[in-house]
């Protein structure tokens, strides 16, 4: 147990029992992974006395009773593409709620454990910093859908390889700047499944919708390696883990040299990003995104003036599969 004697935001505790987690609610008194958490978020938050540590007992209902209403918070749960949510950092009215799953925060001899934690934290510090910078929001609602849907994709996976940047070489692994095989397998064993539900449906909105955010999940995956390779000064080339380099090639390995030096252009969530010279790199990710999405089978465009948009698949190269 320890004090604080620096800022730290607040702390709420949900569906869990203080003593699972070592808190004492009523001197204030918690772990020092805890105390280190709340640290770290004040100070990269320019407004710490609007942000709030959510430690969960049960992390995915925290998560939906902030969300709107709809598909999205309905069908939130911890699984991205090869990998899974271990915290969400949202927007709730003027606050900034940073929701932890209790475990994650739990007191463990484990030293990989607190170093994941800690590296969690750390990461989510810098998109509240951003947050509250105003560089989280796009401002792509004006763009015709496809376009907006492309933006916003790009917009986030550049917002991913900003707050990773902010994690520094002591609190990472030595396996972060290589491409797992399970990141590609994970991505065409969702395409698969999507489409084979879209042969059932016909529904092109649910093929477009789901086929965009999987994709996404991909490249985010791809943003974090990025971001680790720039961190520990990796300049040699992408390796993928052995026996999948012939996937990666089918998934659009052509991309990345264009995608990681897009990413190079920016700086992590420490220094500010002007919203024009954001929205340039942007519009840039999105191109490359558009081109990276046909790679992999798909055509996302806008016709008619913007005023309508298609989705086509146009290579089953790895529905086949």
């Given amino acids: 147990m320890t004090s604080l004697s620096v800022p730290v935001v607040a702390l709420d505790l949900e569906e869990i029992d203080p003593v699972e987690v070592g808190v004492d609610i009523h001197t204030g008194q918690a772990p020092e992974l805890i105390n280190f958490g709340r640290a770290i978020l004040a ?8 942000v709030r540590l959510v430690i969960a007992g049960n992390f995915v209902e925290s998560v939906r009773r902030r969300l709107p209403e709809g598909t999205y918070r309905d069908s939130f749960d911890e699984i991205r593409g090869a990998g899974e ?14 929701v932890v799953p209790a475990w994650l925060l739990q007191a463990s001899q484990d030293e990989r454990a607190d170093l994941r934690a800690r590296r969690t934290v750390v990461h989510e510090a810098q998109h509240v910093a951003m947050q509250q910078h105003g560089e989280d929001d796009g401002g792509f609602a004006d763009e015709p859908w496809a376009r907006r849907c492309l933006l916003t994709v790009a917009h986030q996976v550049i917002a991913e390889y900003r707050a990773e940047l902010g994690v520094p070489a002591p609190l990472r692994e030595g396996i972060e700047p290589t491409l797992s095989a399970d990141t590609p397998l994970a991505l065409r064993e969702d395409l698969v499944l999507i489409d084979d539900a879209y042969q059932q449906s016909l529904d092109v909105q ?3 919708h789901n086929v965009v955010q999987q994709s996404q999940h991909f ?26 380099g012939d996937l990666w090639e089918q998934m659009g390995a052509e991309h990345w040299e264009r995608f990681e030096d897009i990413l190079r252009t920016v700086p992590s969530a420490h220094t500010r990003v002007p919203s024009l010279e954001l929205r340039r790199v942007t519009d840039e990710m999105a191109g490359v995104l558009t081109s990276w999405l046909e790679s992999l089978g798909f055509v996302f465009k806008d016709i008619n003036g913007g005023n309508n948009s298609v989705f086509h698949i146009v290579s089953r190269h790895l529905l086949r599969q």
């Fill in 43 to 50: 100070a990269m938050a320019g407004e710490p006395e609007a």
């Fill in 85 to 98: 949510v271990a915290v969400k950092t949202m927007v709730v009215a003027d606050e900034i709620h940073v």
């Fill in 206 to 208: 649910y093929l477009a």
């Fill in 219 to 244: 490249w985010k995956a791809l943003a974090y390696i990025a971001a680790a390779r720039r961190v520990l000064s990796v300049d040699e080339p992408l390796r993928a883990e052995f026996g999948h």
